[in-house]
């Protein structure tokens, strides 16, 4: 049997965390009991506190953070295009860093791909959480966020470091060891030997160029390519020579004397390192800026978390 | 285009009878002066004044490992019959000073295959005068490739084969012109030439693993962001901790604070501070 509840004026109630008010979910609504007999003041006060909280300042956090969530998704889908156009390999290029056993840049944009669905993914549960005020939900969201952030940076960090191993020094090394090369030791060195073969000869080709730094790189240095065609025969590959349309040399003995005009006199490392640089660039920046944005946008949200109610 | 010298034949010009004598050619007028002198020395070798050279220098493959170019020796030989051979001498230096111009192309000490060891000189290249026209048309490349036979290098038959040659050298290399047998003219030797020798890829300095500023940056920044998110993220919990802590505490003790404070005649009396 409940008391008759006396209702003081409101001046005279006590503040909330010395009465009580009993929480149901995400409504603030009070009970009555005996032993507070400020009830409603106290939850009429609470209710005003509430509603200084739940203020302009808080629908602009919301507004803001929705926004920044739009920006993860679309940016997420934008990492993700861009990191398939790069496993894609559009210029052929991959088994040159396949034969370096090399090949982190590729990982990373591997790892691009994923964290792009994820971003966007979890940008929706962040419009979700944050619309919706929900804690729990805005914790799994940072928590989730976070781990994405974690392999976002390691890709970012794994294809900038990479990149800087990629000098010319290095294609040049395998180029004289590895291409046309007659006797490869097992599978493996003959798969990547193989590789190297067809893309040199691809790249001579399409870019009309000769060697790494010209077609001196054959001369200097000894090669694979050297034992088995004679210096006098092949002072440098004939894929080197400018062709005709049928893919024969113009003029073959203009070729081997290297007059100007039979033969391609420059080298290919532009052709190599340019698109390789857009790659690693690519992935490492835009990474970078999408992680920047993201920081932002996560920070907001555990201030948004501390603020809303449980 | 240009011209390259292959092997060619002679012809037969010299008018019958008169074996040593040679046609008029236009340009004897302007070499009469000289004819006094070279009179004496008929039967003798013509020394010329021109030096073999290497082509000119914007072509890529005028040294590679194993061969040289040439410049053609265009209007060189002036006193020269149409029949007579143009042999292009190529000899160790060692074995400049002790060349015997009388040993014929040919031979086993003049053979390519033989060579440096065997024979210290070969003599390859054999072509007459109308092969190397005189004046020289402008905008042909006129050389002489040495070493551009593969096929006959190794084959004793042909010592008069232009092989690969067998290291960088140096090597010294004259034009001797022989009628039949006998050297008619020649030209001074020329300076030594070395071709280039090819390195191992060993060699090559490995990759430079040098680190770019830009790579640093870029990892130290996203280092110290998630550092602050991880500190935000703990900060989050241990607040979301306390915060249920604290509520449960009132939670759990709603008698202790209200019973103690359930006396409406004090209302005034009780202290803010247990707020």
Do not use: I, K, L
């Given at each position: 049997m409940e008391r008759a509840a006396t209702h003081l004026p409101k001046d005279q109630c006590f503040f909330p965390s010395v009465c009580l008010c009993l929480r149901t979910s995400q409504k603030n609504w009070c009970t009555r009991s005996l032993m507070t007999p400020c009830s409603s003041c106290c939850c009429r006060l609470h209710e005003e506190l509430k509603m200084a909280k739940s203020g302009d300042g808080i629908h602009i956090l919301q507004g803001l953070l929705v926004f920044g969530n739009v920006v993860i998704g679309m940016c997420g889908i934008a990492l993700t295009a861009e990191c398939i156009f790069f496993v894609s390999d559009p210029h052929g290029l991959y088994p040159l860093l396949e034969a370096t056993e090399n090949d982190d840049i590729y990982a990373a944009a591997w790892i691009g791909i994923f964290v792009g669905f994820a971003l966007f993914a979890l940008s929706i549960l962040g419009i979700i959480g944050v619309i919706k005020s929900k804690r729990t939900l805005l914790l799994v969201y940072i928590i989730l966020m976070l781990i994405t952030y974690a392999f976002e940076m390691a890709s970012c960090i794994t294809a900038a470091t990479h990149r800087d191993f990629l000098t010319p020094n290095l294609f040049l090394k395998q180029m004289l060891e590895m291409y046309r090369k007659s006797e490869p030791i097992n599978n493996n060195d003959k798969w990547m030997t193989e590789g190297v073969t067809k893309t040199w000869d691809k790249l001579m080709l399409e870019n009309q160029c000769c060697g790494v730094?010209?077609?001196t790189d054959w001369q200097e240095y000894m090669s694979a390519f050297r034992t088995t065609h004679s210096d006098a025969d092949f002072p440098w590959p004939h894929n080197c020579c400018v062709m005709d349309a049928q893919g024969s040399p113009v003029n073959l003995d203009g070729c081997k004397l290297g007059v100007p005009g039979y033969y391609?006199?420059?080298?290919?490392y532009d052709a190599i390192s340019g698109p390789m640089n857009t790659h690693a660039w690519g992935v490492a920046w835009f990474g970078f800026a999408i992680l920047c944005w993201t920081f932002c946008v996560l920070l907001g949200t555990m201030f948004y978390w501390s603020r809303i109610e449980y | 285009m240009w011209a390259l010298a292959a092997a060619g034949g002679s012809r037969g010009d010299a008018e019958p009878g008169r074996p040593h004598s040679r046609p008029r050619h236009p340009g004897t007028r302007t070499m009469l002066p000289l004819l006094l002198p070279l009179l004496a020395t008929a039967h003798g070798l013509v020394r010329l004044a021109y030096a073999p050279t290497l082509a000119e220098e914007t072509l890529g493959g005028l040294t590679t490992t194993s061969t040289f170019t040439l410049e053609q020796p265009r209007c060189v030989f002036t006193e020269v019959r149409d029949d007579a051979i143009i042999w292009l001498v190529v000899a160790v230096p060692e074995a400049v000073p002790s060349f015997?111009?009388?040993?014929?192309?040919?031979t086993p000490e003049r053979a390519f295959q033989r060579f440096p060891a065997g024979a210290p000189a070969y003599m390859t290249l054999n072509t007459t005068l109308p092969n190397y026209p005189c004046p020289k048309p402008t905008g042909e490349i006129t050389v002489l490739r040495v070493g551009s036979e593969t096929a006959c290098a190794g084959s004793e038959t042909r010592p008069t084969c232009n092989g690969p040659l067998p290291g960088p050298g140096p090597y010294r290399v004259k034009f001797l012109v022989l009628e039949g047998s006998e050297p008619v003219a020649e030209t001074t030797w020329s300076k030594p030439i070395t071709l280039r020798t090819a390195r191992q890829p060993g060699s090559i300095p490995a990759a430079g693993s040098g680190r770019s500023a830009a790579m640093i940056a870029l990892t130290a920044i996203l280092s110290i962001l998630f550092a602050v998110l991880l500190a935000g993220l703990v900060a989050m919990l241990v607040f979301w901790g306390s915060d249920a802590y604290g509520g449960s505490s009132t939670f759990s003790k709603p008698e202790a604070v209200t019973v103690q404070r359930y006396n409406t005649h004090h209302v005034y009396d009780q202290p803010a501070a247990r707020l």
């Open positions: 730094q010209g077609p391609n006199s420059n080298g290919c | 015997n111009d009388s040993v014929e192309p040919g």
